[in-house]
């Protein structure tokens, strides 16, 4: 079932188009995610699906029916702002019961419902705090409490972690998703970071300049997606340049590169004499010697230790290519040795003529 | 995307756009504009048009008059030399006292906000008891042999004289400049510690690595990244001195614009002369002029800049040695100085006998007696209006702020403008304007004087209660109200349980300052009723001075209550700025 539909939908401030024709559906209990750039338009797309923005041109569906019109505050979403928007000269209690209060329920049936929102964010106790007394994760999860307890249909979340730590984001980013499946909460959420909308979403929207370039669960969008934005935001992309030299007899492609020649699968009509190939930093080897043919050698310019693996920057004919090593396929190169990079074929993708 | 969020709550139906982008600022302006922006007109008005014919015919009065013209110089000339000696005093003050490790500072910034909080001829008041002919300088010194004659110092005027023809055209008054100069001391004071605060410290730092000495750096980096509050002090002690009424009637020194369209005015209810309008109409040209040209200074939200982003971790310089020792000469000489008008005040209202002694021969309480039963009213009077400036200002600053931050309006610049204006035309101006515009109705100053001049000084004084709302305002984030309204509070409600709330800190503290800026009005107040049926406690201190029964000394125990009222209110009034978002300062 389609919860959340937007159609043609547009946004325009003086001259400069925000969201430009954004067609979305988004089904019933989907963890779905908003990912772009800062100024993609993805933080717009939200308000306007909130009601805080009203849209230039298209329409906000909500369960077939439109609702671009209606104020905020008849949509019945629940929201979570990026600064978490509570009200300073408010408890916890008060922030949390506020939308209740503002449904005039009875007294006992808001503390009722408070202490249950409270709970299932795990801040029981907290209700005499003031939001300046807690911790900044715990405020992100009062945000969460004041969004829920009044039940809605969707919940909206702008960009939720970015003001915590890298450790704490994680593990609110997995009991944010915990909650919202238990729940079974329809959810739209905004961010800018593409490991986070990898690990969190069901299905994810990448929008730059206003559009939406392409739409998919987290593993299509990294992995079938051979679009060239998409392949330099959503992790890093290394572009080469490939001229084919010939048709081999199992229909294959005889490629040249900088790298060397490589085989490729012919993409349907593979006509064109150069094109612009792709290839992610983790499916490259690099070696001392040259195993393929026709490989100019590259220099190391940039060894950046990480951990889990090593990434390298080579400078070869000009261009740079970044190759990431796991520690056990890394021999320990030093910045200005010669080397040559080894490109998995099977994980060359053909992005354009 | 972070620019645009500062905007507006949509979506907003074509009805309620109507009303919430036009009619509501509209009819805000409207109210305002009745108090300050129609008098002006009805002044120019009454210089262009007579019998309801355009006429050029009242403002060549200026030709023929030499005395209006001379009037009109001295207070240029005045007003620029005022403004210079707060300016060379002010500066180093304010950077000692920001920059330096000095003792006592605390007390020293008292004593710069003394003259600010006191009735503007409060200041006059109490340098006439100790520097005046008969003060208790003056007298000193007679006993002690010292000097043979009073002291003149108040009351010394220097001719000047025009090269050509010998005439005289133009008049300097030294007393009324020494006294206005410390009057005006602690507006140039705050006004340009406050944009110090606000220089980036790294600059100076920067400077001193590229090798540039302290001084040129003050010069070159210092000076120049505080310019914006420095030009605004000097606006503002401008336009004081040009609206300045209290002194010059306390020295007796009647050849400056103010004095003389209040004294032509008051001369014109019996019959007509254009005198007053014409002054009046130069006055608001002065001022319009001077906002023009100081525009990017003096607007709102600049002043808003100014007065904002205090407290802030600086580095203090330690200074030893001869340095310290003039540093110290100076500092304790200006509050000397600045504190000598209000060691007069006190003299002067415990003064029961004081008669050509250096010091009161009998002291007591019989003063404030005489005020608490004679002069009652005004203190139901000053209640009246300083309580209708605050509740006024508190209104009308929480909807206009909220209408400026939070809608995109397209004529949101033009009132800012607007709002400016009471802080460049003189109340002088205003209180003629308004006298002509309700003369004749309900609201006639001379049968109902209390409503009209509580109005007037409402608005006159909004601004300041504005500016501190106006900054709270735009520190409060969008987000507070987009939340409530996702939970479902529409936006009216938003308004009251959200937007008043985070507000209200700031609004009492503005509600406040407001208060006191309505206390210590005089101009409009004694240009619309000079009496003690209607009159505030200040003009109180007038009525005093001119009663012979009772004079210095009832004047000073009126001023005193005022000063003191002023003190607790400012106290109470930086209180609740401290809890205000962002911890907005007020001086």
């Known amino acids: 079932m389609v919860v959340v539909k937007l159609i043609n939908l547009t946004k325009v401030f003086g001259k400069e188009v925000a969201v430009d024709n954004v067609n979305l559906e988004i089904e019933h209990g989907c963890f779905f995610t908003l990912l772009g750039p800062s100024g993609s338009g993805k933080s717009t797309t939200l308000r306007m699906i909130a009601g805080l923005e009203e849209p230039t041109k298209g329409e906000v569906m909500f369960d077939g029916k439109p609702v671009t019109h209606l104020p905020p505050y008849k949509r019945g979403v629940g929201m979570v702002f990026q600064n978490y928007a509570l009200w300073p000269f408010m408890t916890v209690f008060d922030n949390v019961a506020f939308g209740l209060k503002i449904r005039k329920l009875p007294k006992e049936e808001i503390k009722k419902r408070v202490r249950e929102a409270l709970r299932l964010v795990q801040l029981e106790g907290m209700e005499k705090k003031y939001p300046h007394q807690l911790s900044g994760g715990q405020q992100q999860r009062v945000a969460l409490a004041r969004a829920l307890v009044v039940n809605p249909k969707i919940l909206l979340l702008d960009e939720p972690l970015s003001n915590l730590d890298a450790k704490l984001r994680i593990e609110m980013r997995r009991e944010i998703r915990k909650l919202q499946k238990s729940l079974g909460i329809t959810t739209i959420y905004v961010t800018h970071d593409q490991e986070e909308a990898l690990a969190i979403s069901d299905r994810i929207a990448v929008m730059n300049h206003g559009k939406v370039i392409a739409t998919g669960t987290p593993y299509d969008v990294y992995v079938n997606c051979p679009d060239e934005f998409i392949l330099s935001f959503v992790g890093h992309t290394n572009f080469i340049e490939g001229k084919v030299k010939r048709v081999l007899k199992d229909g294959r492609v005889l490629v040249e590169t900088p790298l060397g020649d490589l085989t490729l699968m012919n993409a349907e009509g593979m006509p064109k004499k150069t094109y612009l190939l792709g290839f992610r930093p983790e499916y490259a080897k690099l070696t001392k010697k040259r195993t393929r043919p026709n490989a100019r050698e590259a220099k190391v310019v940039v060894k950046e230790f990480l951990g889990k693996f090593t990434r390298y920057e080579v400078k070869v004919d000009g261009q740079t290519i970044v190759v990431d090593l796991m520690a056990k396929d890394d021999p320990g190169y030093a910045e200005g040795d010669g080397v040559y990079v080894d490109v998995d074929e099977d994980h060359v993708m053909v992005i354009r003529g | ?587």
Request: net charge positive; with cysteine.
């Open chain 2, 1 to 587: 995307m972070r620019l645009r969020r500062n905007s507006i709550i949509p979506p907003i139906f074509p009805l309620n756009k109507l009303i919430s982008h036009i009619l509501i600022p509209i009819s805000l302006m409207t109210i305002f504009s009745i108090f300050i922006v129609y008098p002006i007109l009805v002044i120019i008005a009454g210089v262009f048009m007579v019998d309801g014919k355009f006429t050029l015919r009242n403002l060549l009065i200026i030709t023929y008059d030499p005395m209006l013209s001379m009037i009109i110089i001295n207070t240029l000339i005045m007003g620029g030399l005022v403004t210079l000696i707060t300016l060379i005093l002010a500066v180093p003050y304010a950077y000692i006292l920001n920059r330096y490790d000095i003792p006592f500072k605390s007390f020293f910034l008292l004593i710069t906000l003394l003259p600010f909080i006191s009735p503007p001829y409060v200041g006059g008041l109490g340098y006439i008891n100790m520097l005046g002919r008969h003060g208790v300088i003056s007298l000193s010194l007679l006993k002690l042999r010292i000097i043979d004659k009073p002291l003149d110092i108040m009351y010394a005027v220097t001719p000047l004289f025009n090269p050509m023809t010998g005439a005289r055209i133009a008049e300097i008054h030294w007393g009324l400049i020494l006294i206005c100069a410390l009057t005006y001391f602690p507006l140039m004071a705050l006004t340009f510690s406050a944009a110090l605060q606000n220089v980036d410290e790294s600059l100076e730092e920067e400077a001193y690595i590229l090798g540039s000495k302290p001084l040129t750096t003050f010069f070159k980096i210092t000076l120049k990244s505080a310019m914006p509050g420095l030009i605004s002090g000097i606006i503002l002690v401008f336009i004081s001195f040009v609206d300045e009424i209290g002194i010059p009637l306390i020295v007796g020194y009647r050849n400056v614009m103010a004095v003389a369209a209040y004294e032509a005015i008051e001369e014109s209810s019996f019959y007509y002369t254009p005198k007053g309008y014409v002054l009046s109409l130069l006055m608001t040209a002065i001022g319009l002029l001077i906002l023009f040209l100081g525009r990017k200074y003096v607007s709102l939200s600049r002043y808003v800049s100014v007065v904002k982003g205090a407290a802030r971790y600086r580095k203090i310089v330690k200074i030893r040695g001869i340095k310290r020792i003039i540093v110290m000469l100076f500092m304790i000489s200006m509050s000397i100085l600045l504190s000598i008008g209000a060691i007069g005040i006190i003299i002067a209202a415990f003064a029961e006998r004081w008669y050509l002694t250096p010091l009161p021969t009998k002291v007591g309480l019989k003063n404030f007696e005489v005020v608490f039963e004679e002069y009652s009213t005004l203190f139901r009077n000053s209640a009246i209006y300083s309580v209708t400036a605050m509740i006024i200002g508190m209104i009308m600053s929480a909807l206009i702020s909220y209408i400026m931050v939070r809608m995109r309006l397209s004529y949101s610049g033009i009132l800012d403008y607007i709002l400016t204006l009471p802080l460049v035309v003189p109340g002088v101006v205003i209180g003629i304007g308004t006298w002509a515009i309700w003369r004749g109705t309900p609201l006639d100053p001379f049968v109902n004087p209390i409503t009209i001049i509580a109005l007037v000084i409402a608005f006159r004084k909004l601004p300041y209660a504005f500016r501190g709302i106006y900054a709270s305002t735009l520190q409060i984030p969008p987000e507070f109200e987009e939340a409530a309204l996702t939970l479902g509070a529409s936006r009216v409600r938003t308004f009251f349980k959200i937007m008043l709330p985070a507000l209200a800190p700031a609004l009492v503290a503005g509600g406040l300052l407001a208060f006191i800026a309505g206390i210590t009005e005089l101009s409009s107040t004694l240009v619309l009723s000079a009496t003690k049926s209607a009159g505030s406690l200040t003009v109180g201190i007038f009525l005093a001075l001119t009663d012979i029964r009772h004079g210095p000394p009832v004047g000073s125990a009126i001023a005193m209550i005022i000063i003191i009222t002023c003190l607790v209110v400012s106290y109470l009034a930086n209180l609740f700025a401290k809890k205000t978002i962002g911890g907005l300062r007020l001086f």
